[in-house]
């Protein structure tokens, strides 16, 4: 989806995935709803908010009885002001219905999100082989970005191999492991984004850690996500 962006260059911090309706002024947030969030009223997405649309695998049924109606839902609701990207959507070893019945219905948001050429916002819980499986088969010429990412440097790796982006889970920047690779490696931040996901911090108070732990300096974070933003949710920038 192309939109402009004019307001990018007032903003400082991005926020890649949250679930906080009401963001700060200097902040640009994607806000994470499901489709019956958008059915009565759309929230405001003035200011800098900008919404993705999606069927988190907690909240999906028992059986994939209904996924065309479903499906048919989320198309409606991602066709909204303001929506950007798919998400969040994935597979969940941990919680949610039997696999079966998340990866169907990962693989039809999936190909409505390639129909609708739009990018898409992952959750993932223990299923990595089983989601770039589905991403070779389903996803290409488009984006995926597994959010909440705090799990070891070897999966992180695999992740940025299959052409994922990943966005950092506010634990992760607590991690040795994560934070000394990315020192050595600093060129990973060009697929990276940063959130505050339903954690209760603010973006900011997220670049402040994320800059200390990658020893580099807030601005260039902040610009170097920005750029991330442009290429991620493939918006103009025309600031
Ligand atoms: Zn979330």
């Known amino acids: 989806m192309k939109l402009s962006t004019r307001k990018l260059g007032g903003v400082k911090f991005i926020d890649f995935h949250t679930h906080r309706r009401t963001v700060a002024p200097e902040a640009l947030s994607v806000i994470s709803l499901e489709p019956g ?29 209904n996924i065309g109606d479903d499906l048919g839902k989320l198309r409606r609701a991602l066709r909204k002001r303001g929506v950007i990207a798919v998400g969040e959507a994935g597979l969940d070893r941990l919680r949610g219905p039997d696999m079966e019945v998340q990866k169907a219905y990962l693989t039809g948001i999936l190909k409505l999100a390639g129909e609708l050429s739009m990018p898409v916002i992952i959750h993932c819980v ?9 991403k070779k088969r389903f996803a290409s010429g488009f984006n995926l970005l597994v959010h909440g990412y705090n799990n070891n440097v070897r999966i992180l790796e695999e992740l940025l191999k ?39 911090l603010t973006i900011e108070n997220i670049f402040a850690r994320a800059a200390r732990v990658f020893e580099m300096d807030v601005e260039e974070l902040a610009q170097l996500m920005k750029n991330n933003f442009v290429t991620f949710f493939q918006v103009e920038d025309d600031a």
Not at 162 to 184: M, N, T
Request: with cysteine; proline share 8%.
């Open 37 to 65: 969030d958008l059915e009565n009223s759309v929230p405001e997405s003035g200011g800098n908010n900008f919404f993705s649309v999606g069927m988190h695998p907690w909240r999906l049924p028992d059986s994939a009885g």
């Open 126 to 134: 223990r299923c990595y082989p089983e989601l770039t499986f589905l």
């Open 162 to 200: 299959h052409g994922f982006y990943v966005s950092f889970a506010p634990a992760a920047l607590e991690r040795d492991d994560i934070c000394s690779y990315i020192r050595q490696k600093p060129e990973i931040l060009y697929r990276a984004g940063l959130e505050t996901d339903d954690s209760g």
